[in-house]
């Protein structure tokens, strides 16, 4: 199926212009171009920044002892941030109660369930963005300037008001918004099942780049009444986020992006991923960590635009995974590896007091892209370094057998199956230049309008050669199986000329080897990595999954939902779609 190179206005090939001449000439008095200008990686020594403790908001209050829902103000500024003691200060975006206490990654917000947490999210950007951004792929434009702007709470299960539509956008003060805004403070009911989500930019288009910039930080939702039994590690020093993340720096310290696209001629900046060099764990480059001898839980988000992590530690310790994405697990599992996607979230325990060595690092061997590309190099294949202390220490906290059980997924139960097709186009040089679902663009009418309260099969077909982790609003999945499709390029053009997978008679083709869900992913999820010429079965369910009960507020509200790969620069280029819900 070939492409079509829309002419738009005048004012959008005046965008282009601008923006394409602006990148071109940026460089030094000598006309050095940013390619021509990255900082050399392999001069940074490697853990010598302490790992930072993320600062922490509270999204509740304490009235005489009882919880009481709260309002936070928390804005989007522009500042300067040390990624590493010896590279100068970047340039970047950073969320925070105000300028001198914003951070890369943004404050960590814990919320109780089932009290509110209200937050105006506020946008103090400047008029111009810090990164390149390309005109050609649909971005949120603000006509009178500024970056437009839009939180998403990834995993959280609310209101469609408050989920941070795409076109939901704003600029400073409010002084622009998007065709699809709906208020300024967002309201979250916290009623879901307890664990971890993670806040990130959402703007149509700007996405990747905002959050490049640093627009992203974690949310935790706790529940002591089911969490304090299982007695897990506890408290500042033993639970702790590791938000990952990597990035390239130009030789100032400003965050490097490729401001030159691989089909120039029709996105003059768009590339099919961003993949940095330096890899950074709650702002700082390859950190250290002191820990005791004993156990500690670290909440895992892969919070990069386009880059897969396979995490291990150097010294053979294991990771007991207790949660997956925003969902614990209903018992432990230990692993020696973790394979996770950009915006996948594991929450681990690992317990030191079983390692041999006074050292380990947390390690990544996971090609870029995942899963054909490139081997890891020495820069990108280390994450961080834990130095552990010599003396044994008492613990008291456990790895109970069993975690939190939630009612069964019956798939007997589900009302429909639907067939949600991944394609990616190419231009005449084979490049990459857009990514559909089921062969539309995100603006197209929606086609899938789920009913509350029920259960539907998806299977979820990839026809491009990577691996694209599939991430939908407001409902949680269990992934029930994974098969290679067999005559794949005959499947393959049928789609491209039907995009029906029936007509195409899918199940002609569905008939390859089938790979084992890893153990500890068949829990309830928000993302899973769709393996490139593969069918996913996967089963969502649109109510709460702890309760089976429909939710506390109007999911039929507009402007609705999204689904969408969330390699950023994918998401960015069309491979994302709207859903409404229907009673």
């Not at 897969?308 to 994405?325: E, T």
């Not at 899918?506 to 309830?524: L, P």
């Not at 490139?532 to 369910?541: E, F, N, Y």
């Amino acid at each position: 199926m070939g492409f079509v190179l829309c002419r738009k206005t005048m004012t959008r090939m005046m965008l282009l212009l601008i923006v394409t001449m602006t990148w071109l000439v940026a460089g030094d008095a000598e006309g050095t171009k940013p390619e021509e200008r990255l900082f050399n990686i392999e001069k940074l020594e490697m853990f010598v920044d302490e790992l930072p403790h993320i600062p922490t908001l509270h999204g509740f209050h304490i009235v005489n002892g009882v919880l009481k829902p709260k309002s936070l103000q928390i804005g989007m500024f522009f500042k300067k941030w040390k990624f590493h003691r010896d590279l100068p200060a970047t340039p970047v975006f950073a969320y925070g109660v105000s300028k001198r206490k914003a951070t890369v990654p943004g404050p960590t917000i814990e919320a109780v369930y089932g009290v509110s947490t209200h937050v105006t999210w506020r946008n103090h950007l400047p008029s111009s963005h810090i990164l390149p951004w390309d005109p050609t792929i649909s971005p949120a434009i603000a006509k009178r300037g500024g970056i437009p702007t839009v939180v998403h709470l990834h995993g959280g299960i609310h209101e469609p008001s408050s989920d941070g539509n795409a076109d939901s956008w704003f600029t400073a003060g409010f002084k622009e918004t998007g065709t699809k805004w709906t208020k300024t403070t967002y309201h979250y009911v916290n009623e879901q099942q307890p664990g971890n989500m993670w806040y990130h930019d959402h703007a149509a288009g700007l996405t990747r780049v905002n959050l490049l910039a640093g627009l992203l930080g974690a949310y935790i939702l706790r529940r002591s009444s089911v969490e304090t039994p299982l007695k897990l590690p506890t408290g500042r020093e033993f639970d702790r986020p590791l938000v990952v993340f990597d990035r390239s720096f130009r030789r100032d310290g400003s965050i490097y992006m490729n401001a030159t696209g691989n089909n120039p001629t029709i996105h003059p900046q768009w590339q099919p991923e961003y993949f940095g060099d330096a890899i950074v764990v709650n702002g700082k480059a390859w950190p250290r960590l002191t820990v005791r001898r004993r156990k500690y839980r670290f909440r895992i988000i892969n919070a990069s635009n386009a880059r897969f992590f396979r995490f291990f530690f150097s010294n053979g310790l294991d990771f007991i995974v207790i949660g997956s994405d925003s969902a614990y697990l209903a018992k432990p599992v230990s692993t020696e590896t973790v394979l996770l996607a950009p915006s996948e979230i594991v929450d681990v325990v690992v317990d030191f007091s079983k390692s041999t060595s006074k050292t380990a690092i947390l390690a990544n061997n996971a090609p870029y892209p995942y899963p054909s590309g490139d081997n890891v190099t020495d820069e990108n294949s280390k994450v961080m370094k834990f130095i552990i202390k010599h003396k044994l220490e008492s613990d008291t906290s456990v790895i109970p057998r069993k975690l939190i059980q939630y009612p069964h997924a019956d798939v007997s139960k589900s009302v429909r199956t639907r067939y949600i097709a991944m394609f990616e186009y190419v231009s005449s040089t084979d490049e990459p230049t857009h990514l559909y679902i089921n062969g539309l663009p995100y603006n197209a009418p929606v086609t899938e309008t789920p009913k509350i309260g029920t259960s539907e099969v998806w299977e979820v077909i990839n026809l491009t050669e990577d691996n694209h982790p599939l991430h939908i609003h407001l409902g949680l999945f269990k992934v029930l199986e994974q098969t290679a499709l067999v005559e794949t390029e005959k499947f393959k053009d049928c789609m491209t000329e039907k995009i029906d997978a029936v007509k195409c008679q899918i199940s002609k083709y569905a008939r390859g080897n089938k790979t084992a869900v890893t153990a500890h992913e068949r829990g309830w999820k928000n993302v899973f990595k769709m393996m490139p010429g593969h069918v996913t079965k996967i089963l969502v369910r649109f109510s709460y999954v702890h309760s089976n009960e429909s939710y506390s507020f109007d999911a039929t509200q507009e402007p609705g939902y999204v689904y969408h790969c969330h390699i950023l620069d994918h998401e960015d280029n069309m491979m994302m779609r709207p859903f409404e819900m229907v009673k």
